[in-house]
Structure formats: C-alpha cells, structure tokens
C-alpha cells in the first residue's frame, strides 16, 4: 500500500470540503524521478549541458541552380529551311554579335526579293512625286495629281519599311539589308547571331537539318548572375520574406530571397523560393543541386538543445534536468527546430545538465510518477 502523508490528508480535506478548488492546481508538483548513475549507465542516459543559443536556427533544404529568365536566350530559326553550319560548340562563350548558325531556304530567298521589288516601286514612286510636283510649279498640272504622287510614295515606303523589318527580324544586319536593295544581289544564306554575351548551355539542332519556322536552334545563358530555386514547406514559408539573407551548406557563399511562389506543389505541399546569389558564384553551375541554410523562425535567443533530448506529454514539450538524486522534468516551449537542433525557452539555467539520450525510460519513469502522484 502507498503511504499517504500528512501534507496530502490536508489536501484531501480542503478538496472535500470545498469542490471549488481543483486539486491540480493545489497538489505540489511529482517528485523527481529517482535515478543513480548505475541506473543511468543501465538505460543509456547521456548529459550535456545547456548552452545559449545566440544565432537563429538554420534548416538545411535542397535548392537547384537556375539562370534567371532575362539572363537566358532560346535563338530560333526566323524562316523554315536547312541548316547549312553550326558555328558554335556546346559549352563555348560567346561575345555579343558572334555568329551562330548558317541556314538556307527558299523563304528567304522570297523575303530578300520582296525586298528588291518595294525599294524598285519606292524609288519609282519617289521620281513620280518629284516630275509631278515640278510639273504642279510650272503650272501644267492640277494639285491634285501632286497629292496622289505622295500617296503613292508613302504607301510604297510603308512597303519597303515592311520588307527591311521582315529581314531585321530574320537576323540580317540593317547594313546587310542596304546593301541588297543597292545592290540587288541575294544572300544565298542567313548567319544567326548572338544578341548577347554568354555560354553556349545547348545545341539542338545538326547540320543537314531542316527546321521549321521558330524551331529552337541552341540556348545561350548569361552565368555571371545565377538565382537560387528552394523547395519549403508551404506551412513554413511565412519563415522566409523577400529580403531574407542566406548562405548555402558548406559554401561562403550568399544569397537573397527575392520571391515567394503563390501556389503550392500539390503533390508535395511545397512552394518555391527564388533566390538571387549576391557574392561569387565561383563554381556553381546551372542546373546543380545543392543544399541551402535558411533561418528556421523565431528570434535569436533560447537555449540550444538536441532533438533528441525534448519529450512531450499532449502538446507541452520537456526536457530532463539532472538533480542530486534524479532528474526532473522542466516545461519548456518550443521556438524554432532545423534538423537534429532546436531553440527552446523555459526556467532553464546556464549549465544546467539535461538528458540528450535515454529519454523514453525517463519519459515512462515520469509519467508513472505523475499518475501515481
């Protein structure tokens, strides 16, 4: 039989005589459970002591390398036709306005001669308006044939100005085009060039292909600037805001969230993300996966302890302090958890001994306490 004392016969009787008071707000806290070093080695109970936790708790979560968007070019074929040379390898950098890819067609062939007949009928038009507006001085003619002589010009020099486009578009050099309408001799050829500096990330096409038009060719990125794509959890990304700084896992190097995705993965309720690298990006490359430290949440402060060493009974979380006969089992709230860490705050001291191993037999030793209390 359990002996009762004289303390709980007291209790007793006040909950007896007045219901009113809740014995659980009266009844002194369980004793601690009752463990000596031998019992300790016997169960696998490891000590640390407890150390303040100054800087915020980092979780570790995968991250790809991407390019971002205005970094990245997708040259495409402007006209169908065959490709004739690839001029670049996999790999390479290129300056801006370093030729491509060669390719021929009969497109065009169709686009430089529509060229040559808008500049003939411009020029046609532009002598016709010049004879009628001196004919119109001298008297000879009506004004009239003078304002339909400069309708004709501007439409014909609508038409040309078409035709340039066209050929601008397609990747011809406006000195190019000049010199065909002058000269009136075709390109047999189109040689797509670099709009931009950068590295030759694909090729997709061979020679002797033929491709439609605004068939992807290769794919030119701009890697001085990279950006960062993470993977969170969306009941965690609240965490992170734009402007946040982070480093990535055993790399000096920094990056800054810039955006947070609005839709969640479906499958893996996840969002993602985007970060852009502010320091060197010294050996990164697109597409790599690596891993990132984010800050977990919560401010700095607390006391770091290991995972492993916070027990829960319902939704209040504990650890176990070593005393001079036992341990006992402190409330502790929970701030921040990243991998095998977590920040927690609680009438804790600094040196404090805590159980980091061991602790479901000290969990089952405290809870058969507390019921039998």
């Known amino acids: 039989m359990k002996r009762i004392t004289l303390a709980r016969l007291s209790i007793m009787g006040l909950c007896m005589a007045n219901p009113a008071i809740f014995a659980a707000d009266i009844l002194p806290p369980p004793a601690p459970v009752r463990i000596n070093t031998q019992q300790m080695q016997a169960l696998g109970i490891r000590l640390a002591a407890l150390q303040r936790q100054t800087d915020a708790v980092l979780a570790s979560f995968p991250a790809q390398v991407v390019v971002p968007p205005n970094r990245e070019q997708i040259i495409s074929s402007p006209v169908a036709g065959l490709v004739l040379q690839v001029l670049v390898q996999p790999n390479q950098m290129v300056r801006r306005g370093a030729p491509l890819v060669r390719i021929a067609g009969p497109e065009w062939g169709a686009l430089q001669l529509q060229l040559l007949q808008t500049a003939t009928r411009a020029t046609l038009a532009r002598q016709a308006a010049q004879r009628e507006q001196q004919l119109f001085d001298e008297g000879i003619i009506p004004q009239r044939r003078v304002q339909e002589a400069q309708a004709a010009l501007q439409e014909s020099t609508a038409a040309l100005n078409q035709a340039k486009a066209a050929l601008r578009f397609g990747g011809m050099s406006a000195a190019t085009i000049n010199r065909v309408a002058a000269s009136g001799k075709l390109e047999d050829s189109l040689v797509l060039h670099a709009a931009q500096a950068g590295v ?12 439609e038009a605004a068939s992807a060719l290769l794919h030119l990125a701009q890697t001085g600037s990279l950006w960062l794509e993470i993977q969170v959890p969306a009941a965690d990304a609240a965490n992170w ?45 697109p597409g790599e996966s690596v891993a990132v430290e984010l800050p977990a949440g919560g401010s700095a402060g607390g006391w770091s302890v290991p995972l492993s060493a916070v027990a829960h009974d319902g939704k209040q979380a504990y650890v176990f302090i070593r005393t001079a006969d036992g341990f006992e089992a402190r409330p502790v709230t929970v701030l921040a958890s990243a991998g095998q860490r977590v920040r927690v705050q609680g009438a804790l001291a600094a040196g404090e001994q805590i159980a980091v191993s061991g602790i479901v037999a000290l969990k089952g030793a405290w809870l058969a306490e507390k019921g039998g209390n």
């Open 200 to 211: 030759v990330t694909s090729i997709a096409v061979k020679p002797g292909q033929r491709v």
């Open 241 to 285: 805001q734009p402007g946040t700084k982070f480093k990535l896992q055993g790399r000096d190097i920094v990056a800054r969230i810039v955006s947070l995705s609005p839709s969640v993965s479906a499958g893996s309720q996840t969002l993602a993300l985007r970060a852009v690298i502010e320091s060197s990006a010294h050996g990164l490359r």
